[in-house]
């Protein structure tokens, strides 16, 4: 009992049947590399990108810390992580999906040859226009002989010592966007963005050139050589070789109106679980019977209750201190009529009663029983 893989891309041709590789082996390596079993010719796959293992009917994929991961059912592998495999899996590797058919007979396994020619079939969908791959090559100074692959036109190259630069020079007398190559369908212009140093092909400096397969140019210390394969596959060898030695590539972050696959069945599933996963906790369900909310929280209700109360105890301090300033007026004391005191010894009905003369006698009376009284006290 074998495997099979499925090769397809998301934007293949419609009416071309995916690519199927057949293996009767325990380990099949997948990636760009050409002594890859199954060769993805394309940039953002890497040479040693991901192996299955196969154990009697049980089945394994590996991830070799490659760039752009390895996914399965949409969930990206751990560096160095070992994943069982079962029959219908999803693998996305780099650009490509795949579709994993576990324990069915297959007979002999995909020979080298007929791995390369998948392989350059699977470049032809890559171009619908059957384009030639362009790169720019660094033959000398900081970075020797790595290369970069120009994208398709129409597009424009940043080149320069800035991390945003799509051609990053370490390079100090580069300007941080030195200059531009613009792709087109005819042309490859190349352009001096005003940088310090200026561009140079041969010894002659230029603001802009339209690029040959084959010429140089100078940045700074950096010597660039512009390279075309012309039309894809080739030669088919040449071609492979080529995809072979590129420099690998991060996948793009896909735009929004490309949209999205719809995963399917059990895929779905790990989708909406993997979703759950990343995503923050669910919040309540809405209650319809709560009460509405005052648009006056109860907190800034206190707040003014309590800032009315302190101005309040403000004023009340200032009129107290304004009053304690000025002494109170004394009221004014009337000295109280002089009343004879003998008159108040005398009894009220007996004056009604008497007339003058009983009056004065009453008087003497009175006087006489006084000084009688106070001289036993004085003497003794």
Same mark, same amino acid.
């Given at each position: 009992?074998?495997?099979?893989?499925?090769?397809?891309?998301?934007?293949?041709?419609?009416?071309?049947?995916?690519?199927?590789?057949?293996?009767?082996?325990?380990?099949?390596? =997948?990636?760009?590399?050409?002594?890859?079993?199954?060769?993805?010719?394309?940039?953002?796959?890497?040479?040693?990108?991901? /192996?299955?293992?196969?154990?009697?009917?049980?089945?394994?994929?590996?991830?070799? @810390?490659?760039?752009?991961?390895?996914?399965?059912?949409?969930?990206?592998?751990? %560096?160095?992580?070992?994943?069982?495999?079962?029959?219908?899996?999803?693998?996305?590797?780099?650009?490509?999906?795949?579709?994993?058919?576990?324990?069915?007979?297959?007979?002999?396994?995909?020979?080298?040859?007929?791995?390369?020619?998948?392989?350059?079939?699977?470049?032809?969908?890559?171009?619908?226009?059957?384009?030639?791959?362009?790169?720019?090559?660094?033959?000398?100074?900081?970075?020797?002989?790595?290369?970069?692959?120009?994208?398709? &036109?129409?597009?424009?190259?940043?080149?320069?010592?800035?991390?945003?630069?799509?051609?990053?020079?370490?390079?100090?007398?580069?300007?941080?966007?030195?200059?531009?190559?613009?792709? *087109?369908?005819?042309?490859?212009?190349?352009?001096?963005?005003?940088?310090?140093?200026?561009?140079?092909?041969?010894?002659?400096?230029?603001?802009?050139?339209?690029?040959? !397969?084959?010429?140089?140019?100078?940045?700074?210390?950096?010597?660039?050589?512009?390279?075309?394969?012309?039309?894809?596959?080739?030669?088919?060898? %040449?071609?492979?070789?080529? =995809?072979?030695?590129?420099?690998?590539?991060?996948?793009?972050?896909?735009?929004?109106?490309?949209?999205?696959?719809?995963?399917?069945?059990?895929?779905?599933?790990?989708?909406? *679980?993997?979703?759950?996963? @990343?995503?923050?906790?669910?919040?309540?369900?809405?209650? /319809?019977?709560?009460? !509405?909310?005052?648009?006056?929280?109860?907190?800034?209700?206190?707040?003014?209750?309590?800032?009315?109360?302190?101005?309040?105890?403000?004023? +009340?301090?200032?009129?107290?201190?304004? @009053?304690?300033?000025?002494?109170?007026?004394?009221?004014?004391?009337?000295? &109280?009529?002089? =009343? @004879?005191?003998?008159?108040?010894?005398?009894?009220?009905?007996?004056?009604? %009663?008497?007339?003058?003369?009983?009056?004065?006698? +009453?008087?003497?009376?009175?006087?006489?029983?006084?000084?009688?009284?106070?001289?036993?006290? %004085?003497?003794?």
């Amino acid at each position: 009992m074998g495997f099979r893989l499925l090769v397809e891309r998301p934007r293949a041709k419609e009416g071309r049947p995916p690519i199927e590789w057949h293996f009767e082996q325990p380990r099949v390596l =997948i990636g760009r590399s050409l002594s890859a079993d199954v060769l993805l010719p394309h940039p953002t796959v890497s040479l040693r990108h991901a /192996t299955i293992e196969v154990d009697g009917i049980r089945s394994w994929i590996c991830d070799h @810390n490659s760039l752009n991961g390895t996914w399965v059912n949409g969930e990206r592998l751990a %560096q160095g992580q070992r994943k069982g495999l079962k029959d219908g899996d999803r693998l996305r590797i780099g650009c490509f999906v795949l579709r994993f058919l576990g324990a069915v007979p297959c007979g002999a396994s995909v020979s080298a040859d007929e791995s390369k020619r998948m392989a350059l079939e699977l470049g032809e969908l890559l171009s619908e226009k059957a384009e030639g791959t362009t790169v720019l090559v660094i033959e000398e100074g900081p970075g020797k002989e790595r290369r970069f692959a120009l994208p398709p &036109p129409p597009t424009r190259i940043v080149i320069g010592r800035s991390e945003r630069a799509d051609v990053l020079l370490d390079d100090c007398e580069a300007s941080r966007e030195h200059a531009e190559v613009l792709v *087109s369908q005819n042309a490859f212009l190349l352009r001096d963005l005003q940088s310090k140093n200026g561009v140079f092909v041969g010894r002659t400096r230029v603001s802009s050139y339209v690029l040959k !397969p084959g010429e140089s140019f100078r940045i700074g210390r950096t010597l660039l050589r512009f390279e075309t394969t012309g039309d894809f596959p080739a030669p088919p060898e %040449q071609a492979l070789t080529h =995809i072979e030695s590129l420099e690998e590539q991060p996948l793009p972050t896909p735009s929004p109106d490309e949209g999205t696959e719809e995963p399917e069945g059990d895929e779905k599933k790990e989708s909406i *679980s993997l979703t759950s996963r @990343n995503s923050s906790p669910p919040s309540p369900p809405h209650d /319809t019977h709560s009460k !509405p909310k005052s648009p006056f929280p109860i907190e800034w209700v206190i707040l003014g209750l309590a800032a009315a109360l302190a101005a309040l105890s403000l004023l +009340a301090l200032a009129w107290l201190l304004s @009053n304690s300033s000025t002494p109170p007026k004394e009221p004014s004391k009337k000295a &109280p009529p002089l =009343i @004879n005191p003998l008159l108040l010894a005398v009894d009220p009905d007996s004056l009604a %009663q008497a007339d003058r003369s009983e009056l004065a006698q +009453a008087v003497r009376s009175k006087l006489e029983q006084e000084s009688a009284f106070a001289t036993p006290r %004085q003497s003794g």
